[in-house]
């Protein structure tokens, strides 16, 4: 089973396009094997992005970089799998 | 043991065979309404079943629901679940389902990508794509809502296997598509299809993969205007609508293009509730209330289905 430990999922807002182009090029570097969850389409809509641990320090110093405005929105992506695995347990019981 | 629908949790979230048996209990507790057929095979050969609520007559005109072809919005599939039993409980009692059943069919694909549903659960819960194998690559799948022959190949879908919006080889490839384009276009007389994805608050239709407008883009507009309104008056959730180009962004090869563009005039595709917090993970709590807002928007659109026959 493929765990997601010190994985986070970051809301990201764009605020131009060009912010847009670069989180799509972002999308495009295999070696950080980031997901959207939710794509970039407009400026000012939020994505969602959910990068593995090891890319993590890499993908927010490129956010950072360019000025790309963006929030944690799952801090653990293994935690909320655990709970939701447990929950699912309890309501079999 | 007796077969009951009022042991079954539908505030909980379920694997592929409690869902494949649930769907029997449901045949087993409506079978003047509710029949279970299969349609096909999805690639690693589990069955694709659809139910068929019917009652009665022959090829009457129908709508076609699904839900979870992209397989880790689990809250998809439980929605799919808890609306194919409001169906079925709601003939005879509801007005509005019961005149819309009782001169059309529903046929409901509930777990439109089991193989990959399958996947969530026992190896990788982000699974999104089929579990098909891709010729000289390492990476398996195919994202099923890129696969449709409807711009097959344009912007918003990629080639590359390794991306989560792989298109596949060829339109159609993954029989988990093929085996629907075959039942509908068998059919013949399928007036409106909805395909239910998670999470971002949206009602889309056509088109996805060009931004020329549809034919009848301002009925859909006013339609899909009157659904989220519906669905709002529920817990206040505000979706946004429009057409998938203008509301998000190019997407070649969707199911609803593919719908349109074979003479299904209502073809939507849902998004369903973000919280803001959890994306795909979101919790069990939230299945019902999602599934009960989401309710209203589909008989909207059901009904005027039932009402503008073509």
Redesign the interface.
């Known amino acids: 089973e493929q765990l997601f430990v010190g994985d986070q999922v970051l809301r990201v807002t764009a605020s131009n396009e060009e912010q847009i182009a670069l989180l799509r090029a972002l999308d495009e570097r295999e070696d950080l094997q980031v997901d959207f969850w939710r794509d970039p389409t407009k400026p000012g809509r939020p994505s969602d992005l959910h990068v593995p641990f090891p890319s993590l320090q890499a993908v927010k110093i490129f956010l950072e970089s360019h000025g790309i405005s963006y929030s944690i929105m799952i801090e653990d992506v293994q935690q909320l799998l655990d709970e939701e695995k447990k929950t699912m347990m309890l309501a079999r019981g | 043991l007796e077969r009951s629908a009022s042991t079954f ?1 539908f ?3 379920h694997t592929l065979d409690e869902i494949y048996d649930w769907l029997d209990t449901l045949v087993a507790n409506h079978p003047s309404l509710v029949s279970k057929i299969q349609i096909g095979e999805s690639y690693e050969k589990r069955p694709l079943y659809v139910l068929k609520f019917s009652t009665g007559g022959s090829n009457r005109p129908a709508i076609w629901l699904d839900t979870g072809i992209h397989s880790r919005e689990w809250v998809t599939q439980a929605t799919g679940v808890w609306t194919a039993n409001k169906l079925a409980e709601e003939y005879g009692r509801d007005p509005s389902i019961t005149s819309i059943l009782d001169s059309m069919d529903i046929f409901f694909e509930i777990v439109t990508n089991p193989d990959g549903y399958a996947f969530t659960h ?5 699974w999104r794509k089929t579990r098909s194998i891709n010729a000289g690559s390492s990476c398996v799948g195919v994202d099923p809502n890129r696969n449709w022959d409807a711009g097959f190949g344009g912007a918003g879908s990629s080639s590359s296997p ?1 991306s ?1 919006t792989y298109r596949g080889p060829y339109a159609h490839s993954e029989s988990e598509v093929k085996s629907i384009v075959d039942f509908i276009l068998g059919h013949g007389n399928v007036k409106a299809l909805i395909s239910i994805h998670s ?2 608050q949206m009602l889309m239709f056509p088109y996805g993969y060009k931004r020329t407008p549809a034919p009848d883009y301002q009925e859909l507009n006013e339609l899909a205007k009157k659904a989220v309104n519906d669905l709002a008056a529920v817990y206040g959730t505000e979706y946004t609508y429009g057409s998938i180009v203008d509301t ?2 190019v997407a070649s090869g969707t199911t609803v293009d593919w719908a349109y563009e074979n003479g299904v005039k209502y073809s939507y595709t849902f998004e369903l509730r973000d919280t ?6 979101l ?2 709590t939230q299945i019902i209330p999602t599934a009960t807002e989401t309710w209203p928007a589909l008989l909207d659109i059901m009904l005027h289905v039932q009402q503008h026959p073509y």
């Open positions: 949790d505030a909980s979230y026992s190896s990788n819960r982000l390794c989560e999470y971002s998000i962004y803001g917090r959890y994306g795909f993970l919790p069990s």
